[in-house]
T-cell receptor, first 112, second 110 residues
Framework: DQQVKQNSPSLSVQEGRISILNCDYT??????FLWYKKYPAEGPTFLIS?????DKNEDGRFTVFLNKSAKHLSLHIVPSQPGDSAVYFC???????????FGTGTQLKVEL | DGGITQSPKYLFRKEGQNVTLSCEQN?????MYWYRQDPGQGLRLIYY???????QKGDIAEGYSVSREKKESFPLTVTSAQKNPTAFYLC?????????FGPGTRLTVT
């Protein structure tokens, strides 16, 4: 049972435009959400996170939005740059623990 | 420098052999985790350990074993019972909600 889902396996965006990556979850106990960026054959790197008490968190070009009633979050990258091309994972955890549940990932390609 | 290391980067084994993947951290973190990544399946939790001498099964523990004899080390053994061992394996340590991933080991079993 996939508790965290990223329904778009891939996304292609032009440089300078906005990239929107989506993530849905089913477990209502999740109260903290994270986004990671991953290049092939490397470990994920943390991008941005959001607590369930907030609906938006912004850090530079990255903004995460959380819609708790819809159990949906999204990562906005603007403006998109070629170096943003990577696989993006959303992850969730519950109850202050450290155990992460990951989505299946979305391959973002930013084209010139 | 503090960090989390995994070795080797690439590992090749013949089917039927057990193989142990190394994960070491000098961050003084209590919690450590092992994930595997497969195409289209994201990162799936194999085993985790919240404290020395204790560990728990994750979502896909069958065919794997771990030990946690020291705080800084959490080796993962991929046994011959694991049906599809070829994958990218990631180790992670955490404290106070901060997660630190290692660079990963690509295991290929033929």
């Amino acid at each position: 049972d996939q508790q965290v889902k990223q329904n778009s396996p891939s996304l292609s965006v032009q440089e300078g435009r906005i990239s929107i990556l989506n993530c849905d979850y089913t477990n209502s106990m999740f109260d903290y959400f994270l986004w990671y960026k991953k290049y092939p054959a490397e470990g994920p790197t943390f991008l941005i996170s959001i607590s369930s008490i907030k609906d938006k968190n912004e850090d530079g070009r990255f903004t995460v939005f959380l819609n708790k009633s819809a159990k949906h979050l999204s990562l906005h990258i603007v403006p998109s740059q070629p170096g943003d091309s990577a696989v993006y994972f959303c992850a969730a955890k519950a109850g202050g623990g450290n155990k992460l549940t990951f989505g299946t990932g979305t391959q973002l390609k930013v084209e010139l | 420098d503090g960090g989390i290391t995994q070795s080797p980067k690439y590992l090749f084994r013949k089917e039927g052999q057990n193989v142990t993947l190394s994960c070491e951290q000098n961050l003084n973190h209590d919690a450590m985790y092992w994930y595997r990544q497969d195409p289209g399946q994201g990162l799936r939790l194999i085993y985790y350990s919240q404290i020395v001498n204790d560990f728990q099964k994750g979502d896909i523990a069958e065919g794997y074993s771990v030990s946690r004899e020291k705080k800084e080390s959490f080796p993962l053994t991929v046994t011959s019972a694991q049906k599809n061992p070829t994958a990218f394996y990631l180790c992670d340590s955490s404290i106070f909600g901060e997660q630190y991933f290692g660079p990963g080991t690509r295991l290929t079993v033929t």
